[in-house]
């Protein structure tokens, strides 16, 4: 199953309508939570909003997810080892206040687990992508490791 | 959460506004503190004062938070044992410095942000992140 969540905030109909498109050529079920977007989608499940705790179940369950790109979904995915597909808002779009979205994609593009769609004309290989992604348990990436050493450091000597 | 595994080897003691997410993670005897936040002056002056109490209580060595208004409280409390305080800004905050983080530049002893293009002289630093 593949999840696709835009938040519960904001609708982000350009990649609900794109993935909804791209949900008949998967030969695999796609649940979206939608936020509150106008676009109703027909080739997927959708939901206005999901609880917290279903939300989680639903991580669990899936393969990939496919998501805005903002922090809590990342966060929710590696903490499920699951690979994760950001799709980043654009403010041109109406779509956020501002770009940060942008900046958050591309600073998290390619670390372990994450892939990165600027734009919906390569989300179906992306997705592609994605589901053939392995992510290794408990591979924690340099940038956590120096992280951990860092904060046992400053423990021990009040350094960081 | 996702930075237990660096306190492994330290007794450590969690406190948290929500005790459900320290089940979740298998944490056992977390101590609660009220949710507050700049717009609730009533209860964030309450949940200074559980901190307070908390770590007069507990007298760490060392307090680390990861925010928000409630570490922060803890961190200000540890200053007045004279424990080593460390804010670690959420990873969330990738455009700028929380405001908790921002006060924890002159309140604790070291702030780090996980987003190196926040990091400055002196503070915050950078030193990698939770992803």
């Known amino acids: ?160 | 959460m996702l930075l237990r595994t660096a306190l492994e080897r330290y007794d450590t003691h969690f406190a948290t506004t929500d005790g459900d997410i320290a089940v979740q993670h298998g944490i056992k005897g977390a101590s609660l503190l009220p949710d507050c936040n700049q717009n609730r002056p009533f209860r964030s002056a309450w949940c200074g004062m559980v901190a307070l109490w908390l770590v007069l209580r507990l007298r760490p060595d060392v307090v680390i938070s990861t925010g928000a208004a409630p570490g922060f409280f803890c961190i200000l409390a540890g200053r007045l044992i004279g424990a080593k305080t460390l804010w670690i800004d959420s990873v969330a905050n990738g455009e700028k410095l929380s405001m908790c983080g921002r006060l924890s530049m002159t309140f604790a002893h070291e702030c780090l942000t996980q987003w190196e293009h926040l990091a400055s002289e002196p503070k915050p630093a950078y030193r990698g992140a939770v992803l």
Not at chain 1, 9 to 37: N, W, Y
Not at chain 1, 49 to 71: N, T, W, Y
Not at chain 1, 116 to 144: F, Q, T
């Open chain 1, 1 to 160: 199953m593949i999840l696709v969540t835009v938040g519960m905030q904001l609708g982000f109909d350009r990649l609900i309508k794109s993935m909804d498109e791209i949900a008949l050529s998967l030969d695999m079920p796609v649940i979206a939570q939608t936020g509150i977007g106008e676009f109703k989608p027909v080739n997927m499940e959708a939901h206005d909003r999901i609880a917290p705790d279903k939300f989680e179940a639903l991580v669990k369950q899936s393969q990939l997810i496919v998501s805005h790109a903002g922090i809590g979904t990342v966060l929710t995915a590696q903490r499920f080892q699951k690979p994760i597909l950001l799709v980043p808002r654009r403010a041109d779009l109406g779509e956020h206040r501002n770009d940060h979205q942008l900046a958050t994609a591309s600073n998290l593009h390619g670390r372990p687990g994450i892939l990165v769609a600027m734009d919906e004309a390569v989300l179906h290989e992306r997705i592609i992508e994605g589901l053939a992604m392995e992510i290794a348990p408990s591979v924690r990436s340099e940038s956590s490791q120096r992280l951990h050493q860092s904060i046992a450091q400053f423990i021990d000597t009040g350094r960081l």
